[in-house]
């Protein structure tokens, strides 16, 4: 008690001392309470308020696709679709599927290209006679009763076609490795030598 006394009586002696007006003792005394005011409004806002946290925001990666769905049919051992990885080839596809029959003939296949995604890999079947199903149709073409599946059928087969000669056959066949299946019927007006007029002759004759 006795010591806030004495503080207090330091502080109005130092006061009284001051060298200064009346005026200015009053402006003085309004800048310390503005002072003090001021710290403890900073002091209370700063106890009171809340911290936010605020979540990072999620980022959705979009889904890659890594692998590709191949039909592989025909003289394999094990026929059926099959996931394969991106980029792999028709040898990866035939490989998947047990490897192709005893007899079987792939010499019309590019076993090299690259597979497209919802294509169908068809390997021709062995003939009775120990040869391939297509071996038997290579001296001289045939001219088949129903429609011929262009996505299969060899170049001789495909000489069977009005309009179709041996360079025709052996163009569209190599078209058909380079670039996969055919989509549509009208895709054979990209092989060189096939117009619109000559494509006219034949295409009530073949089916993909």
Do not use: C
Not at 40 to 56: D, K
Not at 62 to 85: E, N, Q, S
């Amino acid at each position: 008690m006795n010591q806030l006394r004495n503080t207090l009586d330091n502080t109005r002696n130092w006061w009284e001392d001051l060298n200064f007006s009346s005026l200015q003792r009053k402006s003085l005394l309004v800048l310390a309470l503005i002072i003090v005011t001021s710290s403890g409004f900073l002091v209370l806002r700063g106890t009171s308020e809340e911290i936010v946290q605020v979540a990072p925001p999620q980022i959705e990666m979009p889904t890659v696709t890594t692998h590709l769905m191949v039909d592989v049919a025909g003289a394999v051992l094990k026929p059926g679709v099959y996931a394969l990885p991106m980029n792999a080839r028709v040898i990866d596809a035939i490989t998947a599927a047990g490897n192709v029959l005893k007899g079987a003939d792939v010499s019309d296949i590019n076993l090299a290209r690259i597979l497209k995604d919802g294509e169908q890999v068809y390997v021709y079947p062995p003939s009775r006679n120990g040869g391939s199903a297509r071996s038997s149709v290579r001296n001289a073409p045939t001219r088949s009763s129903g429609p011929i599946v262009l996505n299969r059928a060899s170049a001789k087969e495909l000489e069977a076609l009005d309009g179709i000669g041996p360079v025709l056959a052996t163009r569209i066949v190599a078209y058909r490795n380079a670039n996969g299946p055919f989509v549509t019927l009208e895709a054979l007006l990209e092989v060189s030598g096939i117009g619109p007029a000559k494509f006219a002759q034949f295409k009530e004759k073949i089916r993909l």
